[in-house]
């Protein structure tokens, strides 16, 4: 899915710059090297090499623990579910933060607060902490994340008169409206709930408290709506109507002038239009600011023998030193808040993907969320091709199908 491709090479870091990090290591027992199976999915050879480049600093600090890491290709969440059924999961594994519920009602993945230091958890950004925490519980720690933002074609905007990127809805729909022309739409927009959610958060809504699905409110239709007219009106296409797989083709191919995606697209563009002169910018805002973050944790499982060597595996590669390796290579926005920074600096560009971060919400909505994402997306497509009068309409059908 393109919405998790966000990742590239490291630069390791001295092990000294974190010597007064408050996670310390543990002590290992000399006469039995442990081994920790680590589980991953297929990536980038970049997002490889720099998980390597991270598992050898660890073996050189952790002399009695190796990890191996075991790459997993295919469906990645049905084969862990496979191998969890047969009691040969991993150690330790990938856990995207949309499962993190299911896996944890499941109680096949183990708390980790006896491991950690409480102190040192403050550094997480607390939105990606949220979707791994259940009953005051912490059961993954997030390596990294991504935020959805505006990428918009600079040539574009200057040509059509347009000094600065959008920041309000009212903006976004005039510059959409300008930048509609020579068979070119100023938008492209996906009739899916990752992309729109972030409208209904901006109007103030909620998709769901806690398994209970509260999408069907005024402030919800409102966000819904206003998405849907950018389409009616003729100011955005989706994908299909552009003839392209999704947003970030539309961009690439300068079929539109603007698109919501999150840093996945850097790579992207990089490959598919290195000409293109784009910009990056914050989400434009509606009576409030709102988006979706989409991350992944390390968790444990329940069941594997080496608790103490697995957990410190875990806060390694979700540690300073590992994530400042992160940071450098520009894969993807560490998790934690200390090293919002060190990427910003880096890449000053870059800088409204960690913006964000501080008004979004997990892409995640309980243990229901499946079913949600499922009925909000029809409400979507009911409102777009008319088969409904209102959004509020959609939503009061499309809440009807979770309950």
Known sequence: MKKLIALFTAAVMAVGLFAGSTFKPAKVNAATKKVIRLGVWASSPAESELLDNQIKEFERLYPNIKIQKLVITGDYNQVMQVKIASRTEPDVFYLDVYQAPAYIAKKVIAPLDSYLDKNDVKDFEPSLLKGFTSGGKIYGLPKDYNTLVLFYNKDMFKEAGITKAPTTWKELEEAAKKLTKNGVKGLSLSIDAA????????????????????????????????????????????????????????????????????????????????????????????????????????????????????????????????????????LAIPSRISMGGVYTAKYPERKPLVDMVKYSQVYQFGIKSSKILDALNKACEKLYYKKVKDAKTALDQAIKEVK
């Open 195 to 330: 992309r729109f959610i972030p409208f209904m958060f901006q109007s103030g809504a909620k998709i769901n408290d806690g398994d209970k699905p509260v999408f069907n409110t005024p402030q919800a239709a409102k966000g819904l709506d206003f998405y849907v007219s950018l389409l009616k009106k003729g100011y955005a296409a989706t994908p299909k109507e552009l003839g392209v797989g999704w947003n970030g083709d539309a961009l690439a191919q300068k079929k539109v002038a603007m698109v919501i995606e999150g840093g996945w697209m850097i790579p992207f563009m990089k490959d598919a239009a290195p000409n293109v002169n784009y910009g990056i910018a914050r989400l434009p805002k509606g009576d409030k600011e709102g988006d979706l973050v989409f991350t992944v944790a390390y968790a444990m499982s329940a069941r594997t023998k080496n608790k103490v060597e697995a957990a410190e595996v875990i806060k390694f590669l979700t540690g300073r030193q590992a994530l400042s390796m992160t940071a450098e290579s520009g």
